[in-house]
């Protein structure tokens, strides 16, 4: 770690990309940084803080992150810089940033995500189906 005992402390650039991951997650969820922290058991001046990369988030918060935000925890991490995480080989879907897709598309994923896994399985079958042009099985 770089020395950093001359002057403010920088926050670290990974600190910062999972910040701006963290608020783009809270953002989707349509949730403020209160009732986010107030999920987290933490006050609202933390989720800034976290967000802008000026703490670091420990493993434990970033799980329960996950768990309350309903991403996995290598969402944070996607798309940083090959220089920040160069070991990182993340599946493209885990990557997709919600925040790009129209309301009713990411309406539609955050479902999908909520369902057991028989029942997505179906729905992935389904639409595969449709894509396929297969709509006659539907019929």
């Known amino acids: 770690m770089a020395n950093r ?4 402390a920088m926050p670290h650039p990974i600190d910062v990309h999972v ?3 963290l608020r783009k997650a809270r953002q989707l969820r349509k949730l403020s ?3 986010l922290a107030s999920e987290l058991g933490v006050v609202f001046q933390q989720i800034q803080k976290f967000e802008m990369g000026l703490n670091r988030i420990s493993a434990g918060r970033l799980f329960d992150l996950s768990l309350i935000l309903s991403v ?3 969402y944070f991490y996607c798309d940083a810089k090959d220089s920040l995480v160069p070991a990182c080989k993340y599946d493209q879907v885990l990557c997709l940033d919600l925040t790009e897709l129209s ?3 990411r309406d539609a994923v955050i479902s999908l995500s909520k369902l057991p896994e028989g029942d997505a399985r179906a729905v992935q079958t389904f639409l595969s189906q449709i894509f396929r042009g297969e709509t ?3 019929n």
């Open 5 to 8: 005992s001359n002057g403010p």
């Open 19 to 21: 910040g701006e991951r």
């Open 33 to 35: 940084q209160r009732q």
């Open 72 to 74: 996995p925890i290598g």
């Open 103 to 105: 309301e009713a598309k």
């Open 136 to 138: 006659e099985l539907l």
